[in-house]
């Protein structure tokens, strides 16, 4: 992959035509940040090197999460998503890799999602975590069977077998909230309930005695000898009424019916996104580029959609395995605008581990943003490729820090004119920073 992004700013200034390259085959990586604050032609840049890209043969996939709607490419495959459209992101599809991927993995994954955009406690993730679980088994997907992870199992059933979908969930967890809430009102679900709380009486008054220098109490000894036979006839009522043969197990689960009922109100926010419908994109499969419209989504929205993208794709390429050479470099490339939004700075987040682990699995990553302030050390480390088009003078002190310049070469930076690029090339220990005499990016796109 070879981008032409200009000339060599201070050789063409001494008449000598030198192309700057941002090509990945000497590149560590085809990771890039493009770091410019508002008008300064970031759009601009962004639609000039995806022109570039579609002429990469074989041609990678090409993402665009397209934040503000502006990143117009005439010839791309585009879908908008809001809350009106049928289509949408499934976030319950199997990788049916064995070392890669399951039902643990992606339940894992999910959690680790919605964690980080719209953080739940530890009880609601237990939760969460065992009705996703649950669900999965009732469609035929079990943790510990890796055969069990693809759609084609061998076994005859009634519907053919099918990845659960965020309505199937929230389905699915209202379900078990009425089960426990009726299952209360049984024979079984009272001696259960009833059976729980006569053992913690008598874990209290076993507790009491044990204390040292407690002296003997026959009043407490009696009062526990008679929750012992309490316990002993609810048990036996218990059992003598069972029903579904589950009830023990839902109940260590799903106890307590307010974080149930937590668990189901968050699995129904989530539906009513927008971001999680049955019907999959209608992108056109023959075209490379695939623009995600996404505008019409709130920010938190908007976090959620292209965490749970990249997820997939990355996923997808992990099932793949490394690239071989016959295959070409280049998978798929993401380009993400407003990069700073679907950051986060623990392992978790998709784009410090894209950045980490992409290359091997033919990924590249292309985030935009106005300030090099919102990522990591370890994420611009990572990163081969850093193009200045034009940040606000008070980052400039985080800027030199990060990148080990000059600060008089920021001084030089005119937007649609001269960018500042740095590039790490496999086998450099130092990585230079060019200035760079850019084409009129503005006519070419236009």
Not at 158 to 167: C, E, I, L, S
Not at 426 to 435: D, P, Q
């Amino acid at each position: 992959m070879i981008i032409k992004l200009g000339q060599d700013d201070y050789l063409l200034s001494q008449n000598n035509h030198v192309d700057v390259n941002w090509d990945y085959n000497s590149l560590v990586n085809a990771h890039a940040l493009i770091m410019g604050k508002t008008g300064m032609g970031k759009t601009t840049f962004l639609c000039h090197i995806i022109q570039q890209m579609k002429n990469i043969n074989p041609t990678p996939r090409i993402h665009i999460m397209d934040v503000h709607g502006d990143i117009d490419i005439p010839s791309a495959s585009s879908v908008r998503f809001s809350e009106s459209t049928e289509y949408g992101l499934n976030p319950f599809v199997v990788s049916s890799d064995p070392h890669f991927g399951g039902v643990r993995k992606r339940v894992q994954d999910f959690i680790a999602t919605i964690n980080g955009c719209r953080p739940i406690g530890s009880k609601q993730e237990a939760v969460m975590r065992h009705l996703i679980t649950d669900l999965y088994a009732a469609n035929g997907f079990f943790v510990d069977n890796h055969k069990s992870w693809v759609l084609n199992d061998g076994y005859h059933r009634k519907h053919a077998k099918r990845y659960p979908t965020m309505d199937d969930a929230c389905r699915f967890s209202f379900g078990k909230l009425k089960q426990l809430i009726i299952g209360s009102d049984s024979k079984s679900g009272r001696a259960l309930e009833e059976l729980n709380k006569v053992t913690s009486k008598i874990y209290r008054i076993s507790k009491q005695q044990s204390l040292p220098g407690a002296a003997m109490d026959e009043a407490l000894l009696e009062k526990a000898m008679t929750h012992r036979t309490e316990a002993l006839n609810y048990f036996t009522e218990y059992v003598e009424n069972l029903e579904t043969g589950k009830e023990l197990e839902d109940f260590v689960k799903y106890e307590s019916k307010d974080v149930l009922k937590s668990t189901v109100e968050r699995f129904d926010n989530l539906k009513a996104t927008g971001i999680f419908k049955n019907k999959l994109p209608p992108f056109d499969i023959n075209n490379p580029v695939w623009r995600y419209d996404i505008t019409a989504l709130r920010e938190d929205e908007k976090r959620m959609f292209v965490e749970f993208r990249l997820q997939e794709i990355f996923s997808s390429a992990m099932e793949k395995g490394p690239v071989r050479g016959e295959e070409g470099i280049l998978r798929d490339i993401m380009i993400i605008d407003e990069g700073h939004l679907f950051f986060r700075d623990d392992q978790n987040n998709i784009l410090n581990t894209i950045s980490k682990e992409g290359r091997k699995f033919g990924l590249g990553l292309v985030c935009a943003s106005q300030s090099p302030t919102h990522f990591s050390e370890d994420f611009f480390s990572s990163v081969a490729t850093k193009i200045v088009l034009g940040v606000d003078q008070m980052y400039w002190d985080n800027l030199v820090r990060k990148m080990k310049i000059e600060q008089k070469y920021l001084q030089y930076i005119k937007p649609f004119h001269v960018i500042g690029v740095q590039m790490n090339n496999k086998g450099e220990m130092r990585s230079r920073f060019t200035m760079v005499r850019t084409p009129n990016y503005r006519a070419t796109t236009g």
